[in-house]
């Protein structure tokens, strides 16, 4: 009995602890533990509730997915109507609104809350001493579908509220929703696996919140924020704002974007700002809510037989249209990949006209199976390019054709090349037109070629003049034609050309790196310099060869075969060689001397205070040692600064050696 009586005590307390984490997270948007305490915490709980299932509770913080599949939804009768709005899509709109509410009201002057109108789905939460017991959707207004099992798992949505002195009962209104980088990661998978697709987050969203097993919803990650008070027992509050702030201080989370406003010209101002705005949010907003601060305002206003007469919402112009696909062609952009494009019946949409849209990549294109010649709803979000949502099936003739990527780059006719794992197709060339801009800019970068004085600038400029078309025609550049480009004088050609020369001695790493191959970084470059020992060994190498490399895994292996076959990079290479860039480790300045990490292993976490963390790793490298980016069980050392993070924890649990900084200091006086 004792000891039931400590383990009620002990789960009470994690409950607490955890509820207020949940708070400083959600709501207040500033935790205070890392993401791995916090789990903690949750792992103790869980535990706990395992060994004394008798106490586990509704509103633990552990039951947020649980219980069978439905077999169907009930209907919840709401307290009060939740109605929806009207809607405005002018500024002489809002103006009319903001009328019509003062010749109604007689009283003092009214002041406007205003937030943005996210596109999710109305739900409806009811609270009893503090403790989720009901959620709904809106349904008819009257009433809506019992969807509390999936609105608890859904982390942003307290299962008990904090504070004291809670009304006995508590309806809440809010709106879910789907952050657009979890829509998108949703419909990969979905596309990966032969599912339809989702036209846009609130459809995902509303889906979500429907499925008959919460497991599924709770896989989807969606989230809440609360707006509005339904019915309550026992609350005094006289202002929509202190509504709000009350709902932070009991743990429901608000939109911090949420505005007070003295007139209609600032509500109109803001209304302009989240226009501006709203493609820099996580998640997808259609307008502006307005509503009346004052709550006996409200009451006296009233309502229509659909909308209250005390809050209008203030539309953007539509950002979904129909339209034709003309034609499917392939862009090639700066990095290589390649992006379908659909050429469209130009139309109307967002307040412009949109003549292409993206299809992303090839699993977009095959799961959302958009031909040639469909009819197609097409989305525009700001001023981002138009992406085709769904083709309209049901208008289909018969003559659509099927479009699919090429096998060779439409620009330069190199290997395209889709690595396993990853959606996007590049092109592998180093000579291709289309990428040559970016592909130049890391050749002669700090960590590659290191060539002093030729940035973004000057290379824009020696492309422009078609005096470079690939890395190599670096090395045949004519000085009498670098003069005659802009700002380029006799002295700054010189020191240019001096700059080349150096960079030929570049050991073979840092000519791997400057290649640009996809995935292969300095780490990986060093290592297969080291093991090949000349460019020669590296493009005859075999995939089994590579892949005997340290950090050369399946896909690395596959990205530099698929390069050194290529004919445009043989023949690039080909004349890097033949200019003097060296190709071989032999006679290689750099050669490591005996130090006191010779032969040893290290691994740097965290945040150094005197070196950078290239500093760091050429220090170590310079001593004699090998840097790698993971803890094992070869690791000899491991050297943190601060926030150290789990390598720090794996070094602890595999009993590695911790060092800091001073460490190597010392070392280099040794």
Same mark, same amino acid.
């Not at 409950?15 to 709501?27: N, S, T, W």
């Not at 395992?50 to 039951?63: H, I, N």
């Not at 952050?179 to 846009?200: C, K, Q, T």
């Not at 060869?545 to 050369?552: A, D, G, H, I, S």
């Given at each position: 009995?004792?000891r039931l009586?400590e383990a009620?005590?002990e ?6 602890r ?8 959600y709501?207040?948007?500033s935790?205070e533990?890392?993401d791995a305490?916090?789990?903690?915490l ?10 004394y299932?008798?106490?586990v509770t509704p509103?633990s913080p552990t039951?947020?997915v ?6 169907g939804?009930?209907q919840v009768?709401?307290y009060i109507?939740?109605l ?8 002489a ?5 903001d ?5 109604r009201w007689a009283g003092?002057?009214?002041t406007y809350?205003v937030e943005?109108?996210i ?12 403790v989720?017991?009901r959620?709904a959707?809106?349904?008819d ?5 019992d969807?509390?099992?999936n609105?608890?798992?859904i982390?942003s949505v ?7 002195r809670?009304p006995s009962?508590?309806?809440?209104r809010?709106e ?6 979890d829509f998108?990661e ?11 697709l ?11 919140l429907?499925?008959?097993d919460?497991?599924v ?6 989230n809440?924020?609360f707006y509005?008070l339904g019915?309550?027992?026992g ?5 929509h ?20 406003c ?14 501006a705005q709203?493609e820099?949010l996580t998640?997808?907003i259609?307008g502006?809510?307005?509503?009346v ?16 007469r005390?809050?209008i919402a203030f539309k953007y ?13 392939v862009?090639?952009g700066?990095t ?14 967002a307040?412009?006209t ?9 699993d977009i294109l095959?799961?959302?199976d958009v031909?040639v010649?469909d009819?197609?709803?097409i989305?525009?979000?700001?001023d981002?390019i138009?992406e085709?949502?769904k083709?309209v099936?049901s208008?289909r ?15 330069c006719?190199a290997?395209v090349?889709?690595?396993p ?10 000579a291709?037109?289309?990428?040559l ?7 002669a970068? %700090?960590? &590659?070629?290191e060539i002093?004085? #030729?940035?973004? =600038?000057?290379i824009d400029?020696l *492309? +422009? ?18 003069r ?8 700054s ?8 020369e ?5 050991p ?13 970084g300095?780490?990986a ?5 080291a ?8 493009i005859?190498a075999s ?5 005997t490399?340290?950090l ?6 596959e990205?530099i075969i698929?390069?050194?076959e290529e004919p445009?990079?043989?023949?690039v290479?080909? %004349?890097? &060689?033949?200019?003097?860039?060296? #190709?071989?480790? =032999?006679?290689?300045?750099?050669? *490591? +001397?005996?130090g006191p990490l010779l032969?040893?292993t290290?691994?740097l ?17 310079s001593?004699?040692?090998?840097v790698?980016?993971s803890?094992s ?8 600064g601060?926030?150290p993070g ?6 602890e649990?595999?009993?590695?050696p ?13």
């Amino acid at each position: 009995m004792e000891r039931l009586k400590e383990a009620r005590r002990e789960i009470e307390a994690l409950r607490e602890r955890i509820l207020y984490h949940d708070y400083r997270y959600y709501v207040l948007d500033s935790p205070e533990i890392a993401d791995a305490e916090y789990d903690q915490l949750m792992r103790q709980l869980r535990k706990l509730e395992a060994a004394y299932p008798e106490l586990v509770t509704p509103d633990s913080p552990t039951q947020r997915v649980g219980g069978v599949p439905l077999a169907g939804f009930g209907q919840v009768e709401h307290y009060i109507p939740l109605l929806s709005l009207d809607n405005a899509t002018t500024q002489a709109e809002l103006w009319d609104f903001d009328q019509r509410v003062r010749r109604r009201w007689a009283g003092e002057p009214l002041t406007y809350v205003v937030e943005p109108k996210i596109d999710g789905l109305a739900v409806s939460l009811t609270y009893e001493a503090g403790v989720f017991t009901r959620g709904a959707t809106r349904g008819d207004g009257e009433r809506g579908e019992d969807i509390t099992q999936n609105l608890r798992t859904i982390a942003s949505v307290p299962l008990r509220l904090r504070g004291e002195r809670l009304p006995s009962v508590l309806e809440v209104r809010g709106e879910a929703y789907m952050d657009r980088r979890d829509f998108d990661e949703l419909n990969r998978w979905r596309g990966e696996h032969g599912e339809p697709l989702f036209a846009n987050p609130r459809n995902a969203a509303a889906g979500s919140l429907r499925q008959l097993d919460p497991k599924v919803t709770a896989s989807r990650h969606l989230n809440v924020f609360f707006y509005a008070l339904g019915y309550h027992e026992g609350l005094e509050l006289e202002t929509h704002w202190q509504v709000l702030q009350y709902f932070k201080s009991i743990g429901l989370r608000v939109s911090p974007l949420i505005q007070c406003c003295p007139d209609m010209k600032a509500v109109w101002e803001y209304c302009e700002k989240m226009q501006a705005q709203r493609e820099a949010l996580t998640y997808d907003i259609d307008g502006v809510v307005v509503k009346v601060d004052n709550l006996g305002a409200q009451a006296m206003l009233g309502a229509t037989g659909k909308s209250p007469r005390w809050a209008i919402a203030f539309k953007y112009p539509a950002e979904e249209a129909t339209t034709v696909v003309e034609d499917i062609i392939v862009q090639v952009g700066r990095t290589g990949a390649l992006t379908p494009l659909a050429i469209l019946q130009p139309v109307e949409v967002a307040g412009s006209t949109v003549s292409r849209a993206t299809l992303h990549n090839a699993d977009i294109l095959k799961a959302k199976d958009v031909r040639v010649g469909d009819t197609v709803i097409i989305r525009k979000a700001g001023d981002v390019i138009p992406e085709i949502v769904k083709p309209v099936e049901s208008k289909r003739t018969g003559r659509e054709q099927i479009f699919a990527l090429p096998d060779h780059c439409p620009v330069c006719n190199a290997e395209v090349q889709r690595l396993p794992g990853e959606a996007v197709t590049r092109c592998v060339g180093t000579a291709c037109p289309a990428q040559l801009m970016e592909g130049l800019v890391h050749f002669a970068s %700090r960590g &590659a070629m290191e060539i002093e004085g #030729m940035g973004p =600038a000057l290379i824009d400029q020696l *492309v +422009e003049a078609g005096l470079v078309k690939d890395p190599a025609d670096i090395y045949y550049l004519d000085p009498e034609k670098l003069r005659q480009l802009p700002r380029m004088g006799a002295k700054s050609v010189e020191n240019l050309m001096t700059a080349i020369e150096a960079s030929q001695a570049r050991p073979l790493a840092r000519v791997v790196f400057a290649l640009g191959i996809r995935l292969v970084g300095e780490a990986a470059a060093r290592e297969l310099a080291a093991h090949f020992g000349s460019m020669e060994r590296l493009i005859a190498a075999s995939r089994e060869e590579l892949q005997t490399v340290p950090l050369v895994g399946d896909k690395i292996a596959e990205s530099i075969i698929t390069f050194m076959e290529e004919p445009q990079n043989q023949r690039v290479i080909r %004349r890097l &060689a033949e200019a003097g860039v060296t #190709m071989s480790e =032999a006679g290689k300045t750099d050669t *490591v +001397e005996p130090g006191p990490l010779l032969g040893k292993t290290v691994v740097l976490t965290g945040t150094l205070e005197k070196y950078s963390r290239q500093e760091a790793a050429e220090l170590v490298r310079s001593l004699g040692g090998k840097v790698t980016a993971s803890v094992s069980r070869s690791t000899d050392y491991v050297i943190a600064g601060a926030n150290p993070g789990s390598k720090r924890r794996r070094a602890e649990e595999l009993a590695i050696p911790i060092l800091g900084e001073t460490d190597l200091d010392r070392w280099l006086k040794e």
